[in-house]
């Protein structure tokens, strides 16, 4: 009888963990960063398994953005860019405070090809961006500054 308790005591606690578990933010941002097709799809498998939170929601929007181009063929990339930008679109709208998703969209609007018109919101969001700064985590400036150091849109003096 103890050891039926303990062995579903371990399990809740396991499906507890689990069900909390949040994506290391250093794999996803190296991932994203990365160029390599099978770190972004390895994310992406992770954040299909993870409970739907806005912040996996926004992940998987701009991994799955990110991914449009090892796509094969136009119809294809376009299909999946908008199926990543449909849902970090979602929850910016759902959050448009939030630093990170407004960050994430800056990222792929600047890489974006011109062709798919997603770059309306660059202002906005390297705006939300300064503004929000101060306040986020020291892993997330670090990601900003180091992001700042190489983008056309928003420099490292932007973020002083």
């Not at 405070?97 to 609007?109: G, H, S």
Request: net charge positive; charged share 30%; hydrophobic share 40%.
């Amino acid at each position: 009888m103890k050891w039926f308790i303990t062995v579903g005591m371990a399990y809740l606690l396991v499906t507890a963990v689990a069900a909390n578990a949040q994506v290391d933010k250093g794999a996803y941002y190296k991932a994203l960063s990365s160029g390599e097709e099978e770190s972004i799809d390895k994310l992406l498998a992770t954040l299909e398994s993870e409970r739907a939170t806005s912040k996996v929601n926004a992940y998987k929007g701009a991994l799955t953005m990110k991914k449009a181009g090892y796509v094969k063929g136009v119809g294809g990339k376009v299909k999946t860019f908008k199926k990543g930008a449909h849902l970090l679109e979602e929850e910016i709208k759902s959050n448009p405070d939030n630093t990170e998703f407004r960050f994430l969209r800056l990222t792929i609007q600047e890489h974006a090809p011109g062709i798919l018109k997603y770059n309306k919101e660059i202002d906005a969001d390297k705006e939300a961006i300064v503004s929000g700064f101060a306040k986020l985590d020291a892993n997330l400036k670090t990601v900003i500054t180091d992001y700042a150091k190489d983008s056309k849109v928003l420099k490292e003096s932007d973020l002083k």
